[in-house]
């Protein structure tokens, strides 16, 4: 897994903006909950962080 350039950040931001957009004109609810929708990306990102900082821990010692 490599790090995430800045250009993929901006594509992924403008690709929700986007979506929102339409679901917004369409008049179409979110599939999620906000709160949840951000809880579950956040559990994500931290465990994509969480294998790799275990296995540096583990190879270290």
Known sequence: MGEMSMGSMVLAL???????IVFQSLKIPSPAPPFLGLLGLAGMFLGQRLIPWIQHLLNSK
């Open 14 to 20: 403008a690709a929700g903006v986007v979506i929102g």
